[in-house]
């Protein structure tokens, strides 16, 4: 290989044909779906004036994907792992659809607000029951893509993948919103999953990772809740991110920020929701060409202490621009923290209990963002809105110097 194609491999580490389709439909796939929190976030708000409406947004999601979490591992394991996500794109695709319909200008003249606020919560709910074996299972199908010499950079490219689309998503449904209607929004994203969908039919199956047709499903998922258990730096790295993102997001209270306090419309909210995910991408670019070296877990406890911090810029900002460039900001710390994390989890983790392991994690990822979305509603209702973003980001303070005390190992990890 000439000097100019190992360049051109190690700046743009595209491993092969089936890699690259994975990439193009999860790109589009997620864009879809990282539009709709913009699309129900602005309608909830707009049909109900409740902070608290947008917590329950994200509960609804997260009861049914954690009570689904530990069977969907055991589950994933043991299935075609592209078949499944196939499978879970197009019930996606038909729950949008249905979504569609329920934020329809028809709907709202044939129910009351009351009876499309439930109905949008019921179909959130799905999602998240659907997302239990959608998540985990593609974050386990990326090592079946790629050769074991190629998994870090791997992870890296899907990475920016997910982050790309998760950029794209909101600033997109944000300005669709602003500029033609919920129902229109709604049509592009249905357009995302479906040929995010025949993206993925076009990848070959692979072999069934886990074979033990004869272990019970109760003894898979234990199996799983052992091995994470008994890795202490992917526990650490785990719970740290719990906790931290569970007080210190304030992603479910833009609507209002962006309504009440900045007053800059649908447009500017997507580009706020947008931010925190720019800066995600930029870190992760950077990580992609230039990988951490040495005292991973050192610098982990630093990037959520410097996204905390963020968290308080924000609160205090009542500047559309100082607020989007401190949500940038956040998410160039996380994006790092996320780098930090995946690498533990897919150099860590062996292949036949990817699935379970990825569903264990989505359980502490569920309960960071879903849940930290109902807290922020509920703190919101209680204290105001800008308290409860103060409160939020002082709480993944005191989270970080409580870990970074308790956890020594994960301090002194590298890899």
Do not use: H
Not at 152 to 163: D, G, K
Not at 188 to 203: E, K, L
């Amino acid at each position: 290989m000439s000097d100019e194609e190992s360049t051109g491999r190690k700046v743009f580490p595209i491993i092969n044909k089936e890699f690259t389709l994975f990439l193009a439909g999860r790109i589009l796939f997620i864009a879809g779906l990282r539009m709709t929190p913009v699309l129900l976030g602005w309608k909830l708000y707009e049909i109900t004036g409740s902070k608290f409406a947008l917590g329950m947004l994200g509960l609804s999601e997260v009861i049914p994907a954690m009570l689904l979490a530990l069977p969907a591992g055991v589950r994933i394991d043991r299935s075609n792992k592209r078949k499944l996500i196939s499978t879970c794109m197009a019930i996606y695709f038909f729950l949008m659809l249905m979504l569609l319909f329920a934020t329809s200008s028809y709907a709202l003249t044939k129910f009351d607000n009351n009876t499309i606020t439930w109905i949008i919560f019921g179909l959130v709910g799905c999602t998240g029951a659907v997302r239990a074996y959608n998540s985990p299972a593609m974050n386990a199908f990326v090592a079946q893509l790629v050769p074991q010499r190629s998994l870090v950079r791997a992870v890296s490219v899907n990475s920016m993948a997910w982050l790309s689309a998760a950029v794209a998503g909101p600033a997109l449904g944000g300005l669709l919103l602003g500029y033609t209607n919920i129902t229109v929004s709604f049509i592009v994203v249905c357009s995302f999953i479906a040929v995010g969908y025949i993206a993925f039919r076009f990848i070959k199956s692979k072999p069934i990772s886990w074979n033990a047709v004869n272990t019970k499903k109760w003894d898979g998922m234990k199996e799983g809740l052992q091995f994470v258990f008994s890795q202490k730096a992917l526990l650490g790295a785990m719970s740290l991110d719990m906790f931290a993102v569970l007080f210190g997001g304030a992603i479910a209270l833009l609507p209002v920020f962006a309504k009440d306090v900045l007053a800059v419309g649908p447009q500017g909210l997507g580009w706020l929701i947008a931010a925190s995910y720019m800066g995600n991408f930029v870190a992760i670019a950077v990580l992609t060409y230039k990988p951490l070296k040495k005292r991973q877990g050192r610098l982990l406890f630093y990037m959520v202490g410097g996204f905390g911090l963020c968290i308080l810029v924000f609160a205090l900002s009542q500047n559309y621009v100082l607020s989007f460039i401190a949500l940038f900001a956040s998410g160039l710390f996380d994006g790092v923290s996320v780098i930090i994390r995946g690498t533990i989890l897919q150099l860590i983790v062996p292949d036949n209990m990817r699935g379970r392991v990825s569903s264990v994690n989505s359980i502490f990822i569920n309960s960071s963002n879903e849940l930290g979305q109902f807290e922020s509603g509920v703190a919101a209702s209680m204290l105001g809105t800008v308290p409860s973003v103060i409160f939020g980001g002082c709480m993944t303070l005191l989270v970080t110097g409580i870990t970074w005390l308790k956890s020594p190992g994960l301090r002194k990890f590298e890899y």
